[in-house]
């Protein structure tokens, strides 16, 4: 544990990539799939993009600082909040300057650039609270706890390049896994990241997700993978939202790794229209007895199925059924 000779915060600092914009030959930008970031694995997959002739990408960052933990304890001034995006291989970093949503917020918001000519493979993004303190300028007094990952060629967002998805038996499996014998797939919470695991008794099923071979059973892979990422979307903010910490005048936090991520993506469609800490507050509260906790199921449902891409899916699915009847009968 590395020990510094100055006060530095002791609330958690969290960051987020909350949408990518690529820019090509001239001016045309494209605006990336949400797909393309995890805020689970805390990774961002350029290579989702349909054009392989991009030259920059900006990403949307946003921050979250313990802002009154800096103002009650007033050990620090200048305070400022920046993202340093860093590549080994290429000897790269690039820094940008966040700044407060509104005075006073603990949301801080910017772009930070990133010149594909500089990147070949994967770079890190960490963001750093800075300030003076006791008359030094510059000094580091909170960073991000993990690094989000920005990989510039894969298509997936996995941080392991790696799909944490193993077919097992549910019927000779977990004994956990046994009551689900009829269901071709479920979502595990149980450990550091969530996983799937899909039902080798379904018959059929794994082949079809995993190697599809006709292009109707990639179109069907596609619409099962959706629905199945929209399954873990549900499940992992269930999980967040009942493992929050409360402050001793009842306020919930949000946790310092992927839940607290998890939570800041969904809630604006879950509660819309109200700050984060409202919408937390406000899902608790529900969630511990006080308020319909049955009535958000619904929006917790759309705000799954809204990462999960499952409209897209869907509405390519129907695209090409329609096409394939349109050439069966010409």
């Known amino acids: 544990m ?23 030959p001239g001016e045309s930008r494209e605006q990336l799939d949400s797909r393309s970031c995890s805020v689970v694995e805390q990774v961002a997959a350029l290579g989702m993009a349909e054009r392989d ?19 009650a304890k007033g050990s620090w001034s200048d305070v400022a909040v920046v993202a340093v995006l860093t590549e080994g291989a290429t000897n790269t970093r690039t820094v940008s300057r966040l700044k407060p949503c509104l005075e006073g917020d603990r949301e801080w918001t910017g772009e930070i650039e990133i010149d594909r000519d500089n990147h070949a493979d994967r770079a890190s993004l ?4 800075v300030a003076t ?14 690094e ?21 038996s549910f019927a000779r499996g977990a004994e956990w896994l046994r009551s689900f014998r009829d269901a071709p797939w479920a979502v595990d919470t149980s450990g550091r990241m969530p996983a799937v695991r899909m039902n080798s008794d379904f ?15 990639n179109i069907v892979g596609e619409m099962l993978l959706a629905q199945m990422c929209a399954d873990v979307w549900t499940a992992v903010f269930h999980t967040a939202i009942g493992s929050l910490e409360i402050e001793e005048d009842g306020a919930p936090l949000f ?4 839940r607290g991520a998890v939570l800041r993506e969904m809630l604006p469609d879950v509660i819309p229209g109200r700050s984060e800490e409202e919408a937390l507050l406000e899902v608790h509260t529900r969630r511990t007895g006080e308020g319909s906790w049955m009535d958000l199921q ?7 199925a809204r990462r999960a891409g499952i409209p897209k899916a869907l509405a390519s699915t129907v695209r090409e059924i329609e096409r394939f009847e349109q050439e069966a009968h010409a």
Do not use: C, N
Request: charged share 20%; glycine share 8%.
């Open 255 to 258: 946790p310092p790794d992927w």
């Open 148 to 168: 989000w990952l920005i990989d510039v060629t894969s298509d997936v967002p996995l941080r392991d390049r790696q799909l944490d998805v193993t077919t097992v």
């Open 133 to 146: 303190v006791g008359g030094v300028a510059g000094r580091v007094i909170g960073s991000t706890d993990q």
């Open 298 to 304: 619904p929006r917790i449902q759309y705000a799954a």
């Open 203 to 217: 018959e059929g099923f794994a082949a079809l997700v995993q190697d599809p071979g006709s292009k109707m059973e």
């Open 53 to 71: 002739d991009w030259q920059t990408a900006k990403l949307a960052v946003t921050a979250s600082v313990p802002v009154r933990e800096i103002e």
């Open 2 to 24: 590395k020990v510094y000779s100055y006060p530095r915060l002791t609330g958690a600092v969290t960051a987020r990539v909350t949408a990518v914009r690529l820019r090509g």
């Open 126 to 129: 960490v963001v750093h609270v």
